[in-house]
């Protein structure tokens, strides 16, 4: 590379608050354009927002104009929204802290799921070759008084840019600032920047914080005392898994033909996630907090549901084909299974979920306690859904093979998320007819509810984690099913017929907490009857008979 002609950081950050606002922000342009109507005042609009943007990004970068310290700076931002602006553009994500949490909180799995040839060229041209020149330039800095000053001047006139452009423009500005909250979450380095801030707040806060046992009291019922077996109550969480492409729940394709034919199946149409994604869904679901006051750094220093079982007296196993449990099963016993090395259900470094079923009929077998079993699927997680399931359930094609989902047609990516919607199925109907096997001498039930939905492309969204007031209802509206043998209907008194009539009624993942503890008959104050989805279908069963409701 041929020497470069030295600079005054001035222009550098000029030039580098440009480059950051063209190079990287393709998706804050599109849908700004988008957003905004193409003629004379449209287009005011969208000069004034790029103007104020720009002088924005020129204070920042002017803060850190200093020797020693600009050139790594403007590397690490290169480098960094380089990869944010590739998974921007990819998949329509935005960047908030709960974005940030689900890239702090993943696994090597998922991370090997979103590297592409694609993201490399975006690190490439985007981050390493600018970072380059940038290092091969001399930057000539003056003495350390008129550095101050020029610094001084550059942010002051950036800063009366910025507010003359917004008294100039302020309806307009304050009109597309009001009513497109999504703005912010758009703009690179900004949101990430924001974003890791806010989630390293909430990991500060979240270990000065107290932990807090809840349900101190949990006791079982005196109505465990009737129990003629020991109990098995399955608790299954989904993931990825939306409402809208179950066959079960009204989809036009039969994405659930198995759950079908199972008798007794209890379908429920309208529930609705706690979060976006598994990050907050997992530990809130688990929780009583419920979504409106869920608390990310409180929840991690405070018991859960499982907790309270425990106490009561149940054993709680938690079983993960996932990225682990997000705290919730700290305190009860995990059997991580999504590393074995099971020559048919395990291939490419990750298990499929039949593995979470693996030995299930010699644990009932050996059962000698009432238990709650979670099994944590793998489930839908994109973006690689055809690594989701066997070949033998790609009903469904043609299937997208590629994590870059917006070089795919959208058929072919439905076809393979609803393929692994048919391999939920096929995993759901076989842990129901083990169940069902074995009710003569375990009570046996299972709860199906997945963590949170799936963006597969309409409004330009793919996966999850979209922050929940933006959200569509894709990536909140999930699939809860439900089955009870006989037999534990009898003991644990369940109306199935209620449930029944009662399955179009509004729910949440906020009603998990209490339906589990009023399912299980556990006595504490922390249970609130008014969130028990079971609580109006209790049955009194004399001598095997439902006798009243």
């Given at each position: 590379?041929?020497?470069?002609?030295?600079?005054?950081?001035?222009?550098v950050?000029?030039?580098?608050?440009?480059?950051?606002?063209?190079?990287?922000?393709?998706?804050?342009?599109?849908?700004?354009?988008?957003?905004?109507?193409?003629?004379?005042?449209?287009?005011l609009?969208?000069?004034?927002?790029?103007?104020?943007?720009?002088?924005?990004?020129?204070?920042?970068?002017?803060?850190?104009?200093?020797?020693?310290?600009?050139?790594?700076?403007?590397?690490?931002?290169?480098?960094?929204?380089?990869?944010?602006?590739?998974?921007?553009?990819?998949?329509?994500?935005?960047?908030?802290a709960?974005?940030?949490?689900?890239?702090?909180?993943?696994?090597?799995?998922?991370?090997?799921?979103?590297?592409?040839?694609?993201?490399?060229?975006?690190?490439?041209?985007?981050?390493?070759?600018?970072?380059?020149?940038?290092?091969?330039?001399?930057?000539?800095?003056?003495?350390?008084?008129?550095?101050?000053?020029?610094?001084?001047?550059?942010?002051?006139?950036?800063?009366?840019?910025?507010?003359?452009?917004?008294?100039?423009?302020?309806q307009?500005?304050?009109?597309?600032?009001?009513?497109?909250?999504?703005?912010?979450?758009?703009?690179?380095?900004?949101?990430?920047?924001?974003?890791?801030?806010?989630?390293?707040?909430?990991?500060?806060?979240?270990?000065?914080?107290?932990?807090?046992?809840?349900?101190?009291?949990?006791?079982?019922?005196?109505?465990?005392?009737?129990?003629k077996?020991?109990?098995?109550?399955?608790?299954?969480?989904?993931?990825?898994?939306?409402?809208?492409?179950?066959g079960?729940?009204?989809?036009?394709?039969?994405?659930?033909?198995?759950?079908?034919?199972?008798?007794?199946?209890?379908?429920?149409t309208?529930?609705?996630?706690?979060?976006?994604?598994?990050?907050?869904?997992?530990?809130?679901?688990?929780?009583?907090?419920?979504?409106?006051?869920?608390?990310?750094?409180?929840?991690?220093?405070?018991?859960?549901?499982?907790?309270?079982?425990?106490?009561?007296?149940?054993?709680?196993?938690w079983?993960?084909?996932?990225?682990?449990?997000?705290?919730t099963?700290?305190?009860?016993?995990?059997?991580?299974?999504?590393?074995?090395?099971?020559?048919?259900?395990?291939?490419?470094?990750?298990?499929?979920?039949?593995?979470?079923?693996?030995?299930?009929?010699?644990?009932?077998?050996?059962?000698?306690?009432?238990?709650?079993?979670?099994l944590?699927?793998?489930?839908?997680?994109?973006?690689?859904?055809?690594?989701?399931?066997?070949k033998?359930?790609?009903?469904?094609?043609?299937?997208?093979?590629?994590?870059?989902?917006?070089?795919?047609?959208?058929?072919?990516?439905?076809?393979?998320?609803?393929?692994?919607?048919?391999?939920t199925?096929?995993?759901?109907?076989?842990?129901?007819d083990?169940?069902?096997?074995?009710?003569?001498?375990?009570d046996?039930a299972?709860?199906?509810?997945?963590?949170?939905?799936?963006?597969?492309?309409e409004?330009?969204?793919?996966?999850?984690?979209?922050?929940?007031?933006?959200?569509?209802?894709?990536?909140?509206?999930?699939?809860?099913?439900?089955?009870?043998?006989?037999?534990?209907?009898?003991s644990?008194?369940?109306?199935?017929?209620?449930?029944?009539?009662e399955?179009?009624?509004?729910?949440?993942?906020?009603?998990?907490?209490?339906s589990?503890?009023?399912?299980?008959?556990?006595?504490t104050?922390?249970?609130?009857?008014?969130?028990?989805?079971?609580?109006?279908?209790?049955?009194?069963?004399?001598?095997?008979?439902?006798?009243?409701?």
């Amino acid at each position: 590379m041929p020497n470069l002609k030295a600079v005054r950081p001035e222009l550098v950050t000029a030039l580098a608050s440009i480059f950051l606002l063209l190079g990287f922000n393709l998706t804050l342009w599109q849908h700004l354009f988008a957003i905004t109507d193409f003629n004379g005042k449209g287009l005011l609009l969208r000069g004034a927002f790029a103007l104020m943007v720009f002088c924005a990004f020129n204070i920042f970068l002017t803060l850190f104009a200093f020797k020693r310290v600009l050139k790594p700076v403007l590397i690490a931002l290169f480098l960094i929204s380089a990869g944010v602006a590739y998974f921007m553009s990819q998949y329509g994500v935005m960047i908030d802290a709960g974005m940030f949490r689900n890239f702090a909180e993943t696994n090597a799995t998922e991370v090997r799921d979103l590297l592409s040839l694609k993201l490399a060229a975006y690190v490439l041209f985007l981050g390493v070759l600018p970072s380059v020149i940038l290092w091969k330039t001399p930057i000539i800095y003056r003495r350390w008084p008129r550095e101050v000053l020029s610094k001084v001047v550059v942010s002051t006139v950036c800063a009366c840019a910025i507010g003359g452009v917004a008294l100039i423009n302020y309806q307009g500005l304050s009109s597309l600032f009001r009513n497109h909250h999504e703005l912010r979450l758009m703009v690179v380095p900004s949101n990430y920047i924001g974003a890791s801030v806010g989630y390293l707040s909430e990991q500060v806060k979240s270990a000065q914080q107290p932990f807090v046992s809840i349900g101190q009291d949990a006791t079982r019922s005196t109505e465990w005392q009737q129990h003629k077996r020991k109990s098995l109550t399955v608790l299954v969480v989904g993931e990825s898994a939306r409402a809208e492409n179950f066959g079960i729940l009204g989809y036009n394709r039969d994405t659930t033909p198995q759950l079908k034919k199972e008798r007794g199946l209890l379908t429920f149409t309208d529930v609705h996630s706690c979060g976006t994604e598994t990050a907050v869904s997992v530990p809130c679901m688990f929780s009583n907090m419920g979504r409106k006051d869920y608390d990310a750094s409180a929840a991690k220093n405070k018991e859960g549901m499982l907790d309270v079982l425990k106490r009561a007296g149940l054993d709680v196993i938690w079983r993960d084909n996932q990225s682990g449990c997000k705290g919730t099963c700290d305190r009860v016993t995990l059997q991580d299974v999504s590393n074995l090395k099971d020559p048919v259900l395990c291939a490419n470094n990750e298990c499929r979920d039949e593995i979470l079923l693996q030995g299930l009929q010699n644990f009932i077998d050996h059962l000698d306690k009432d238990t709650v079993l979670v099994l944590h699927q793998m489930g839908s997680h994109g973006p690689e859904y055809f690594k989701r399931y066997p070949k033998a359930f790609e009903k469904f094609t043609p299937v997208c093979e590629s994590n870059a989902l917006n070089n795919c047609s959208r058929e072919s990516i439905v076809n393979g998320y609803d393929n692994t919607l048919l391999y939920t199925d096929h995993v759901l109907a076989s842990l129901i007819d083990t169940l069902r096997s074995n009710q003569d001498k375990v009570d046996t039930a299972m709860l199906y509810l997945s963590d949170h939905g799936e963006s597969l492309g309409e409004y330009n969204l793919f996966l999850h984690g979209t922050p929940y007031m933006l959200a569509p209802d894709q990536q909140k509206h999930v699939p809860m099913i439900a089955w009870f043998s006989d037999n534990y209907q009898q003991s644990f008194a369940v109306d199935t017929h209620c449930l029944q009539n009662e399955r179009n009624a509004p729910l949440s993942q906020d009603n998990l907490f209490h339906s589990m503890l009023g399912l299980l008959q556990v006595h504490t104050s922390v249970y609130n009857p008014a969130l028990d989805m079971f609580a109006g279908c209790r049955g009194i069963y004399t001598d095997g008979v439902l006798a009243n409701e």
